[in-house]
C-alpha cells in the first residue's frame, strides 16, 4: 500500500536546516523555542478536568505498604502480573461469593479498539452497590478503616489493589462510575490520563477523585511496579 501523499511530499524535501527553517517557519513555532518545557512538575500531582485531590481524608500510606504486604504474604498472593503486567486483589465482595469472580475483577467498561473509531461495550455490568463485605484477609486491618472512612464521604462499591508492572499501560477506555484512587506504592513515571489531562498520583496519602466516566488510562513508565487502592462510586 503507497503511503498517503503528505508523506511522501515530506520524504522528498531535502534534509538539514533548510527543512527545519521551512518547518518552523511555515508552522510558525519558533515561539516555542524561547521557553525550556517544564521538567519538575510532571513528577507532581496537576489537578485537571475529571481529577482532583482531597483535602480529606488522609491515610498512612507507610502503615498501608506495611500492611498490605502481610496480607500478600498471608494469601500467597501471584505477584506476577499476569498474562497483561497488572494485578487485581479485591477488598471487597458481594456477601455469599469469593469475590474473585470476571466480573468482581473486571466489569463494564467502553473502548474504541482498532482503526474504526467504532465504540463497543466489554464485560458485564457490576452492581457496586452489592460490594458491601471486606473480603476475610482484610477484616481488622487498616484497609477496613479505610473502607469505612471511604463510605462516610461517598457511596462506596468494589474496592480493589490494582498493582501495574513496569512499562505497562492499560486500555483507552471509560467506565460506568468514577473512582478514588490512593497510591501506596508509586514513582514520578506512574502517570494517570483522563480525557486530554495527564498528571502522576504521588503516594501522598491524599485520596484521588477521577471520574472514569470520560476516556482514560494508567501507565506505568517507571523501573518499579506501581499499586493502587482504587474504590470504585457506587452511583
Ligand atoms: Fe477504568
Known sequence: MSPPSVIVGLLRRPPGVARYDLLMSHLELDHWLETVPDATRVAEFVEGPGIRRLSTPRFDVDRLTEE??????????????????????PVTRRPGTDGRDPVD?????????????????????????????????????????????????????????????????????RDPEPRLHIPIITNPGALFVVNHHCTHLPADGSVYFTDTRGYHTALNGGDDPRVHLIAALAI
Request: proline share 3%.
Open 68 to 89: 498490605l504486604g502481610r496480607v500478600l504474604d498471608a494469601v500467597d498472593y501471584d505477584q506476577s502480573y499476569g498474562e497483561w503486567g497488572f494485578g487485581t486483589l
Open 105 to 173: 475483577l473486571s466489569g463494564r467498561f467502553w473502548i474504541r479498539p482498532d482503526a474504526s473509531y467504532t465504540e463497543i461495550a466489554r464485560d458485564d455490568i457490576v452492581d457496586e452497590a452489592g460490594y458491601t463485605e471486606m473480603l476475610p484477609e482484610f477484616e481488622g486491618t487498616y484497609f477496613e478503616q479505610i473502607v469505612a472512612e471511604l463510605r462516610e464521604i461517598a457511596p462506596i462499591g468494589r474496592v480493589r489493589v490494582n498493582t501495574k508492572s513496569v512499562f505497562n499501560c492499560n486500555s483507552w477506555h
